[in-house]
Each structure stands twice: as C-alpha cells, then as structure tokens.
C-alpha cells in the first residue's frame, strides 16, 4: 500500500510542476499542512479579502465613517460586484447585480416570472434540489392563495420529459449539491422556451469553477451564492442574473428603498429603478460585500475554462487514487468526472459517513459530510494540487483499514454538519 502512495506522490508531483494555476495558491491564506476539500462549501481567505477587510473597517468605517458611502462608493458596491462576477457566467454587462442571499433573491426571481406567465401555476423542479429552493417556492403560496401554485418534481433523468405547456417556472440548479450531478443548461433552457416556461437557474456549485453561458443559452434568470467558489466569506451575500430582454416587464415584490430609481428622493411612492438595480432591498452589508469584491479580483487572472479544465483533472484524479488504494470497494462513489456530468464535486457514500468525515477532518483533512450517507469532497481548482489529493486519500485510508472512525470523539454530532 505504501508503495501505492510513494508512486503516486512522484506522479502528482510533476503535474504540480507543470499546472499553470500552481501560482493561484499563494494568493490564499490557507493553514498549513492542511488539505481543504470544502471549498465548494465555504472557499477560503484571500490575502485580498483580508487585506480588505482590515481596510473597510478600520480606514472607511472606522475613519472616514458616514462619507465613505460616497468617498469609497459604497452605494456603487452590489453593482461593482455583480459587474465582476458576470464574465464568470457568460453575462454581458447590466445583468448581474450582487445583494441578499439565494433564498431572498428566488423569491424575487420565483414571484416575478410567475407574474410574467400568469395563465400557468405549475413550477418543476426536482426533488433533490437544494432545499431552500424547494421551501421558497412552497412558501410563495402562503400569499397566493386565490391561484396556488403547484410545486412539481422530477428526478434529474427526467426533466427534459417533465417540462411542459403547464409549466409557468423551471428552476433547476445546475450541479446537484450532493452528488456533483451537473445538468445540461444548454437543452433544458432550450426545451423550457420550446414550452413557453421561463427558467431560473441556481449556480451555487458552478460559478467560479465551471462556465456558464447565461446570455449565449439566452437563460431568463439566475441566481448564485457568493460564499462558494467565489470565496466571499461565510455569509457572503449572493448574485441574482436578470436577462436584459426582461428587464423592463421585471417586477419583483420585496420593493424596498435602494430599489428605487432615486433612493435619496425619499419619495413615497415606490418607482422601480429601470435596471437589474430594482432587484436590491435594503441597506447592504457593506462589510461582506467590500470582503468579497476583493476575493473577487483573483478571477481577472485566469480563465473559467482553466478552472474547470483542472478542477475536472482533479476530481478525475481522486478517483484514481481511491481506485489504487482500493477504496472503491469500501466506499460507493458517485461517477460524474468526464464535463459533461461533473460539477468539480464527488460525493462517497457509506453508513459511516458523518464519524469518517469527522476524523478525516482530525487529521488535516476537511471535507464535509450531507446527510444521510455522503462525504463530499469538492476539487476547488485555484488552490488545490495534485499531491494535496494524495496525501488526502492516503490518509482516508489509513482512518478506514484502522477503523478509526468508530471512536466515540468522531461521533458526537455537531449543530453544522
Ligand atoms: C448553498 C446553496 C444555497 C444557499 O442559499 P442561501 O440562501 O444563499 O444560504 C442555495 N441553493 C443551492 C443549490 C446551494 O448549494
């Protein structure tokens, strides 16, 4: 077995060697002797955003205080940053704004299009999705009670089949949270205008690792999560896509006073801004948002398809390695690694899972377990490399021919899993 890993050090050495995103990992602060698989959980700090964050707080809040609203364009923020993430998901400028979280930003979404399809009252999605997007669409009904709206699911095989002419709303996210399924955004929004549906799309495990294409597969609307790949920090606020060609039949119904076309009229009657603007709320949190727009400016530096190009390299790699120390046979792996299928994410399932996890994370490696079976191990490309992989599995499977994981520390369940 031994010699199964020294072999396999020399190899991931020399792609260490020639990977041309090698250099990425220096731009975090990342501890050492740590392998971190979770990046698709919770990427990790930029020197950027640190360095940020000392700044907003302690020069433009702590010094400069309320003008910092002008004197370092706060208010300009949840645009600023939106305009940064729309090369990373195939959106031409004035689409993509940054504000609120996922859940916010569907109900948004959600609300306005079944206002744009109002003769349907059927949403599809699949059952699988992840939960606050199920939640927020049942929770719209607790204010449409004159016309329901029936929440439709589908397995992730049959969506092209389950779409339909009854069907107002698709809202699919493109890689499953648990299994690392990728969808084919391309013929399912196809399929959804041949029907007439308006389609949403959540790109919680895509943005920042795999490319998109929101305007050249002509999507509706999108939303994503800014504490993922894009490394924004715990909380970062999310990203919501409105297609230029709906923008001006777009109303959302959480008005609030930033979304108005002259927040500082203070105007008592609500007039949308005539832009992807109408989409904010309230306030926003300028501390997280500064924080993520610096951990933002690394992707000026490299190509999506780059990422995806080594995140799958990864991902494939891994899979080798649990073949050669045959823990294939202790685990059942989820088999999503060639591009079409596979969104940078492998989910390994055992009865075991939660107390492996947990001592895999004792011993230097995090990853993280969802219930009720998977450990789940994402391929964040900008900081992982080949050899962090072995050393990962060798040591997954030192923890499993010892059995450590049985020991009672590792199967105290914690609050956040
Ligand atoms: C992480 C994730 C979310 C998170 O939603 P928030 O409301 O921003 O916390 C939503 N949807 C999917 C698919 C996710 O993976």
Known sequence: MNNVFATAFEQANQRDDADQLSHFKQRFDLPEDMVYLDGNSLGPLTIAAKERAYTVV?????????????????????????????????????????????????????????NMRPDRHAVLTTMDNFPTDRYVAEGLNQLNRAHPIELRSTSEANIYEAINEDIAVVMLTQVNFRTGNRLDVKTITQRAHDKGCLIIWDLAHSAGVIPVELDDNQVDFAVGCGYKYLNGGPGAPAFVYVAQRH??????????????????????????????????????????????????????????????????????????????????????????????????????????????????????????FRAPDILRVGFSPLFLSFSDLVSAVEKLSAIMEAAEYLQPQFNEVHTVT
């Open 58 to 114: 302690e020069q433009q809040w702590g010094k400069d205080l309320i003008t910092s609203w002008n004197r370092h364009d706060w208010i300009n923020l949840p645009i600023i940053t939106g305009e940064k993430i729309a090369p990373l998901i195939g959106a031409a400028a004035g689409q993509v704004i940054c504000c609120d979280s996922i859940s916010v930003n569907l109900f948004k979404l959600l609300s306005a299009a079944l």
């Open 247 to 368: 923008q001006e039949q777009y109303r959302q119904p959480l008005q609030g006073w930033m979304g108005h076309t002259q927040p500082f009229s203070f105007d008592p009657r609500y007039q949308p801004a005539a832009s992807i603007k109408s989409n904010l709320v309230g306030t926003p949190s300028v501390i997280s948002m500064s924080v993520m727009d610096a951990a933002l400016d690394i992707f000026a530096d490299v190509e999506i398809s780059a990422l995806e190009t080594k995140a799958l390299a990864l991902t494939q790699w891994f899979h080798t390695l649990l073949e050669r120390a045959e823990m294939n046979k202790v685990f059942s792996v989820s088999e999503y690694f060639d591009a079409r299928h596979s969104g940078a994410q492998l989910a390994l399932r055992h009865e075991n899972a939660y107390a492996i996890c947990q001592a895999w994370i004792a011993s230097g490696v995090i990853a993280d």
